[in-house]
């Protein structure tokens, strides 16, 4: 590998880190950085060179985010710019735009928006220059830590805001006929499929040749998911080198050398068929380097072409390093390149290409094992079984498909009935993979639930592996005893973190955002784990997106891989309906409830889970007390044996009070004034049992809870209220606001 192209690459990678991550102190990140460099390298070449790298590598991601800053404090919005995409929804029409101008002024970064319209003109097409005008949708971050950041996903992806518009407006500039001649090939590709392919397979054949998963049923993706085979529908390199292949195969009829130039053209245009998207863009560069460098009879080194890619991309997009497809491959190549090279056995056979597919998966996965813990809290072990069978399947499947839509866009001179003989055998192979898939997601024994890898694990297993590498290419003793040494003393170093973190023995109370609901995380100093509701909506089956993509994300985050007691107030879906997947996914030991005056179906679900997760159930009432440590215990305050039978649900929550040492917590539920006068009324001779450090607010801030004499009764310092942005309920109400602030409490969260 050409050391230069690394240092480069790296040093630009590490520029662009600074430029998004130090933002606000982008002058004292420089100077550290400057100062180290020239202390490690003051006897190199060549510094001065690379150090420019770094600065312009800072500057550029400085600058893109400083316009992103600005473009997200800006109201309404006037852009000018071209359609690269767009995306028919239930409800309107989703159109990617790249910006040319804001607010008539020039943009000189690759900026684009995602503009939503409820009706758009149907002559409008890809390559159209338009004006938008519309006031910009707030986009919605990581509410907690180690959930999915929707808002920089988007900014992986160049798109810099959503705008709602009424309409959009053509100007008198000349469309972009290649973009809009790509978009037509693309739209007559995905016309064929589902013309001619059975509908059970539409999506994924689609998926595969132009990466539009739009089309996938939500069932099919997550069985690929369960499959550990998520990367065979998202178009990557696998995909590329597959159109690469059919690209070569022209080498007799064009000639040997022309045919690398027609392929590095059929690259470009089938990269710009998948939306230029990210892996897809790397592998294009590696492949489009490695055929000039046959072209101009050159050496070509795939770990010097694998990092210009990332260079490239770097440059194109700052937030790529935020693309998980960026990401993955990139991780996954560099694997493949350094480990598979070393294990790859020579030969032809099925044994051969079965031991040779293992280890390509190996080597792939061994890099990619920290990144996918991170990302999605999963490790499966399913490769060794998937990969030989479904590489070779994909590996017929692919051409066939590709030849199909080739066939597809010149099907006027091409008799009907070869097409139909193409597409029969399209759909067979692409049957037999979803036949396939759909065993292997079955088989969950290797797959693995796991905790969100800390930075130091990660960085520790990374450099374990570097020394494992250096340990095998060197054939020094003394420097493997040094190796040796080295890797024990990181271990070591590793270890002692980990048990400074297990003796920690204060107490951790989270309240999780979920949005409009409740959730509160508690980690005793024993190291239990308790959980108080875990939000979840209404509409649909938006709860269980709220266990799923919420709650286990963030307990995975935590390192928390089982609940010692859930306490559910009540069995509205805003406080139980993450909860239900959170019983599917983690062990719980024991689940704390009151008795049900009323059932509901997600009390009927409740049941149905704990029967098959064998979990234990306490039903407790006022008076009685769980102790969860010595020192820690919650007092049941409410409900009685009585219930209210108005509004049921919500009047009979549990509410219960946290005790440790001189810290107390009351969680309210979502009682109601008619609820809180009963328990002023039961406790009027021992008020103090009301008073509580902390409050956590009931029913959202309701009007129709949180009176005057409860609050001050409580007399809490804290108060904290679990409630949606800009939700449908006008929670919290500006008079409970009034009435928290007016009493004794020393914060009242924004």
């Known amino acids: 590998m050409n050391n230069k192209v690394f240092l480069v690459t790296i040093y630009y990678i590490f520029g662009t ?7 606000k102190n982008i002058i004292p ?37 400083n316009l992103v800053n600005k473009i997200d404090k800006m109201g309404e919005k006037v852009v000018t710019g071209e359609i690269v995409k767009i995306t028919d929804e239930n409800d309107g029409t989703i159109v990617e735009l790249k910006a040319k101008k804001i607010n008539k002024k020039r943009v000189i970064f690759n900026i684009k928006f995602n503009i939503y319209v409820k009706k758009i003109d149907k002559n409008t097409e890809v390559g159209d220059k338009v004006i938008v005008t519309g006031e910009q949708i707030v986009q919605n971050s990581a509410k907690n830590e180690g959930t999915f950041n929707y808002k920089k996903y988007l900014q992986s992806k160049c798109i810099f805001g959503t705008i709602k518009s009424e309409s959009i407006t053509k100007t008198n500039e000349s469309k972009n006929i290649v973009a809009n001649t790509i978009n037509r090939i693309r739209e007559n590709i995905k016309l064929n499929i589902k013309t001619f392919i059975p509908d059970k397979c539409i999506g994924l054949c689609i998926a595969l040749v132009v990466g539009d998963k739009n089309n996938i049923d939500e069932k099919i993706s997550q069985a690929f998911s369960d499959a550990g085979l998520s990367h065979i529908i998202a178009i990557s390199g696998m995909h590329t080198v597959y159109v690469a292949y059919i690209a070569l195969s022209f080498k007799r009829v064009i000639g040997k050398r022309k045919t690398y130039f027609f392929a590095i053209f059929v690259l470009i245009i089938f990269c710009n068929l998948a939306y230029n998207n990210e892996s897809v863009y790397r592998a294009t560069i590696m492949l489009s380097l490695f055929y000039c460098s046959k072209i101009f009879h050159r050496k070509s080194n795939s770990l ?3 990092f ?15 693309n998980p497809g960026f990401i993955l491959s990139t991780a996954g190549t560099l694997g493949i390149i350094i480990i598979y090279v070393e294990l790859q056995e020579q030969g032809r056979g099925i044994k051969i290409y079965i031991k040779n597919q293992i280890k390509l998966s190996l080597a792939a996965n061994i890099v990619l094992l920290p990144i996918i813990a991170k990302m999605f809290n999963k490790v499966s072990l399913m490769f060794i079984i998937t990969s030989p069978i479904i590489n ?21 001179v091409i008799p009907i009935f070869l097409l139909k003989f193409v597409a029969l055998l399209v759909y067979f192979f692409s049957g037999l993979l979803l036949f396939l898939v759909d065993i292997f997601q079955r088989i969950s024994i290797l797959n693995f639930r796991v905790t969100s890898p800390s930075f130091i694990t990660i960085a520790a297993y990374y450099f374990i592996l570097y020394l494992c590498y250096q340990y095998k290419k060197n054939r020094n003793r003394k420097n493997k005893n040094k190796i ?3 890797i024990s003393i990181y271990l070591c170093v590793c270890v002692i973190i980990r048990l400074i973190n297990v003796f920690d023995n204060s107490l951790k109370v989270y309240f999780v955002d979920v949005g409009q609901g409740d959730c509160t995380v508690i980690k005793t100093p024993s190291g239990k784990t308790i959980l108080v509701d875990g939000g979840g909506k209404e509409d ?18 935590k390192s928390i891989t089982k609940i010692d007691y859930i306490i559910i107030s009540h069995f509205d879906t805003d406080h139980v309906g993450g909860l239900l997947t959170v019983m599917q996914e983690i062990k719980v030991r024991n689940v704390i409830i009151s008795k049900q005056g009323k059932s509901s179906d997600n009390y009927e679900k409740f049941k149905k889970i704990v029967k098959a997760k064998n979990i234990n159930i306490i039903v407790v009432k006022q008076g009685n007390r769980v102790e969860i440590d010595r020192d820690l215990y919650f007092d049941i305050l409410w409900p009685r044996e009585e219930q209210i039978n108005e509004n049921i649900l919500n009047n009979n929550s549990i509410v219960c009070k946290l005790h440790y040492n001189s810290i107390s917590i009351l969680f309210t539920g979502d009682i109601e004034a008619i609820a809180e006068k009963s328990i002023l009324e039961l406790y009027q001779g021992n008020k103090e049992i009301l008073q509580s450090t902390c409050l956590k607010v009931g029913h959202h801030g309701s009007k129709t809870s949180s009176t005057n004499e409860f609050l001050e009764s409580v007399r809490a310092k804290f108060a904290f209220i679990g409630v949606g942005r800009d939700n449908k309920f006008g929670h919290p109400n500006e008079g409970v606001i009034k009435n928290i602030k007016s009493m004794r409490y020393g914060n009242l969260p924004n």
């Not at 190199?44 to 600065?55: D, M």
């Not at 994909?394 to 099907?411: D, H």
């Open 540 to 557: 649909g089956n938006i709860q269980d997106s709220v266990g799923k993509n919420i709650v286990v994300p963030y307990l995975l985050n």
């Open 484 to 486: 040796k040494c080295v």
């Open 304 to 306: 010097s072409n694998l």
């Open 29 to 65: 990140f420089l100077m550290f950085f400057i100062l180290v460099h020239f202390i490690v390298f003051r006897k190199k070449n060549n510094k001065f060179f690379i150090i420019l790298i770094f600065l312009l590598s800072v500057i550029k991601s400085y600058g893109t985010m």
């Open 392 to 412: 070779f399947l994909v590996s017929i499947l692919m051409p066939i498909l590709l030849c199909f839509s080739l066939c597809g866009l010149v099907s006027k």
């Open 308 to 322: 210009i890619s990332i260079l490239l991309g770097l440059i194109k997009n700052p937030f790529c390093i935020y």
């Open 17 to 23: 880190i600074g430029g998004l991550y130090f933002y």
